[in-house]
């Protein structure tokens, strides 16, 4: 089993975080998906997908609220020690 064949194992502290701060913004929070994925460079990409409709209160004004979840998961990246990318992702 290579290091990158379970997802969650990649960034656990980094998911989690992402997910409750998504989860807490959106009116569905049941439609959130958060999916792991290897990015470029050995980072980590972490991919969201919400309900219809919430894309834009997780994107923000000028997209300030996606930019500071970015920040937000990329700190907490480091407790697993590896380097994130956060996409959101319209369906």
């Given at each position: 089993?290579?290091?990158?064949?379970?997802?969650?194992?990649d960034?656990?502290?980094?998911?989690?975080?992402?997910t409750?701060?998504?989860?807490?913004?959106?009116?569905d929070?049941?439609?959130?998906?958060?999916?792991?994925?290897?990015?470029?460079?050995?980072?980590?990409?972490?991919?969201?997908?919400?309900?219809?409709?919430?894309?834009?209160?997780?994107?923000?004004?000028?997209?300030?609220?996606?930019?500071?979840?970015?920040?937000?998961?990329?700190?907490?990246?480091?407790?697993?020690?590896?380097?994130?990318?956060?996409?959101?992702?319209?369906?």
């Amino acid at each position: 089993m290579s290091d990158r064949d379970a997802n969650t194992l990649d960034a656990p502290v980094a998911i989690a975080v992402l997910t409750h701060i998504v989860r807490s913004i959106v009116d569905d929070p049941d439609a959130v998906r958060v999916s792991c994925e290897e990015g470029k460079g050995g980072s980590v990409l972490l991919e969201v997908r919400v309900g219809p409709g919430d894309l834009g209160r997780v994107i923000g004004r000028r997209g300030r609220t996606a930019q500071s979840i970015r920040t937000v998961v990329r700190a907490a990246a480091a407790n697993d020690d590896v380097d994130v990318d956060v996409d959101f992702v319209d369906e």
